[in-house]
C-alpha cells in the first residue's frame, strides 16, 4: 500500500506564498517503486469537480501544469526523500481549494489516471 501525506497549507493574503510538501511512502509488499510514474496535484472547490493543477515524472522530472497556475506555481521533487513540492506564488482568492497529491504511472492530468490519493491540505486564499 503506497501512502501519501500533504502538507503545508494554509490561510495566505492574495499575492502570497505557500510551498505544498508531499511525501510518499511505500510499503514493501505493494511492490510500487518511485522510480517511475508521476506525482500530480489537483485540487477540489466544495460543489465542484476535482481539477489538475501539474505533475512532474519521477525519474525525468518532465512537468506539465494546468493553464490557470503556469507561471505562478512550481512543481519539484525530492527523490532521495520521495517527496514532491507545489510551490504557489501569486496566490489568488480562486486558488482556494482543499489540495491533493496523488500518484499514477503516466504523466497525466486526469484523475482517472491516478490510483493513490492522499488525504488533502486545506489552502485559503483571502482577497
Known amino acids: 500500500q503506497v501512502q501519501l501525506v500533504e502538507s503545508g497549507g494554509g490561510l495566505v493574503q492574495a499575492g502570497g506564498s505557500l510551498r505544498l510538501s508531499c511525501a510518499a511512502s511505500?510499503?514493501?509488499?505493494?511492490?510500487?517503486?518511485?522510480?517511475?510514474?508521476?506525482v500530480g496535484w489537483f485540487r477540489q472547490d466544495p460543489g465542484k469537480e476535482r481539477e489538475f493543477v501539474a505533475a512532474?515524472?519521477?525519474?525525468?522530472?518532465?512537468?506539465r501544469y494546468a493553464d490557470s497556475v503556469k507561471g505562478r506555481f512550481t512543481i519539484s521533487r525530492d527523490n532521495a526523500k520521495n517527496t514532491v513540492y507545489l510551490q504557489m506564488n501569486n496566490l489568488k482568492p480562486e486558488d482556494t481549494a482543499v489540495y491533493y497529491c496523488?500518484?499514477?504511472?503516466?504523466?497525466?492530468?486526469?484523475?482517472?489516471?491516478?490510483?493513490?490519493w492522499g488525504q488533502g491540505t486545506q489552502v485559503t486564499v483571502s482577497s
Open positions: 512532474i515524472s519521477w525519474s525525468r522530472g518532465r512537468t
Open positions: 496523488a500518484l499514477a504511472d503516466v504523466l497525466g492530468s486526469r484523475t482517472y489516471e491516478y490510483d493513490y
Open positions: 511505500e510499503i514493501a509488499a505493494s511492490g510500487r517503486t518511485f522510480s517511475s510514474g508521476a
